[in-house]
């Protein structure tokens, strides 16, 4: 799972991406011009887990991670619309979307920082980038999707139909995350990796004076930027990146005269997971205590393909419990006592936080 950071130079999206990352990419300016993106991968932070492994004693803890790429986006690209097909391609491979925007003053931005303003010009370039796909491809159906089998013929005129539909709503600016599509338009529409169709997170990356006004922030950003699929946080990414180079004594003591409860990057990290529609399953054991990445409406069977293909195919049932259930026995065995410990078949949808155990047959 792949989550790119995106954001107009002089955002701090690097310094966020150090921030979430605990890395040390160039930051300032355009990131030295570079092509490639920044890319680190991120444990995400889950206190169950933790709970698990005190209590199991494993000799390994292993928790789901998200990759975060940090892309480059040249001075004034957006004003010129001069966006170069690489740099699209970049955020296309993404999952989701980090979209991080400056509201502290300074920094290497010349203008007042208005992080709505910078938000709804990054996302009308997405949006113009998206149109130009959809009309491209209009075009070559138009022509030559009239050719080919009759089976090839109706599956480019549902897909013009599809094509076709969504245009206006595109062209008038509305994001493709925002139409309400249906599991069969989704199905059609994969392929293209429509940038206005990836979930969003918006990220106002704020400053020590704005600390206390955070939450105001957000909320205000949710009521401004209602989209499906979409969420507001603020983070301050130059310190959230200066904690990430701190012992945990000093980071405790830096936190403590800033006032802030915890680390924000954590919640960060936890919003991006969700907001990708992803959960996470246990298993648990003497040897290894893990937590696994899971999409809503997954089936147990899915969940033993995500531990090895093997177990899916030889799957015979998953022997299941709630965390929480499982924590309040004290063991598997007392679980199992207590009749909390169930017998579930392919079909049954795994929930957050379940404790599972794969049952199969090596020979099938």
């Not at 502290?104 to 931005?109: D, I, K």
């Not at 208005?114 to 009308?124: K, Q, S, Y």
């Not at 648990?284 to 531990?307: K, N, Q, S, Y």
């Amino acid at each position: 799972m792949q989550v790119t950071i995106v954001g107009l130079p002089g955002s701090g999206k690097t310094t966020v991406f150090n921030a979430l990352t605990g890395g040390h990419a160039e930051t300032g300016g355009f990131s030295g011009g570079r092509a490639a993106p920044n890319v680190g991968v991120v444990k995400v932070p889950d206190e169950r887990l933790d709970t698990l492994s005190a209590l199991f004693k494993p000799r390994k803890t292993i928790p789901a991670d998200v990759t975060y790429a940090d892309v480059a986006i040249p001075p004034g690209a957006t004003r010129e619309g001069t966006i170069s097909p690489d740099v699209l391609a970049q955020v296309r491979n993404a999952d989701a979307l980090l979209h991080v925007a400056r509201s502290f003053e300074g920094g290497t931005a010349a203008e007042t920082a208005d992080a709505w303003r910078d938000v709804n010009e990054l996302d009308t370039e997405f949006t113009l980038a998206d149109l130009d796909v959809i009309e491209k491809r209009l075009e070559k159906l138009r022509t030559s999707g009239r050719h080919g089998s009759p089976a090839e013929r109706e599956a480019n005129a549902q897909e013009e139909e599809l094509l076709a539909r969504l245009e206006p709503d595109v062209s008038s600016g509305r994001p493709l995350r925002s139409l309400g599509l249906s599991e069969d338009d989704e199905r059609r529409l994969r392929g293209y990796r429509f940038l206005t169709q990836k979930p969003v997170l918006v990220v106002l990356n704020i400053d020590e004076g704005q600390l206390t006004r955070a939450a105001t922030l957000e909320s205000e950003g949710r009521e401004r930027y209602r989209q499906p699929e979409s969420d507001v946080v603020a983070l301050a990414g130059k310190i959230e990146s200066e904690l990430t180079e701190l012992g945990v004594d000093d980071a405790a003591l830096f936190m403590e005269e800033l006032g802030i409860a915890e680390p924000s990057r954590g919640r960060v990290i936890r919003l991006t997971y969700a907001l990708l529609g992803l959960f996470s399953f246990f298993t648990a054991g003497e040897d290894e205590c893990r937590a696994w990445t899971l999409r809503r409406g997954a089936t147990a069977v899915d969940a033993a393909g995500t531990i090895h293909s093997d177990l899916a195919r030889g799957f015979i049932r998953a022997e299941v419990i709630s965390y929480e259930d499982l924590i309040a026995c004290g063991s598997t065995a007392e679980a199992r006592k207590r009749g909390l410990l169930r017998s579930e078949g392919k079909t049954y949808q795994v929930r957050d936080g379940d404790v599972i155990e794969v049952l199969f047959n090596v020979a099938r």
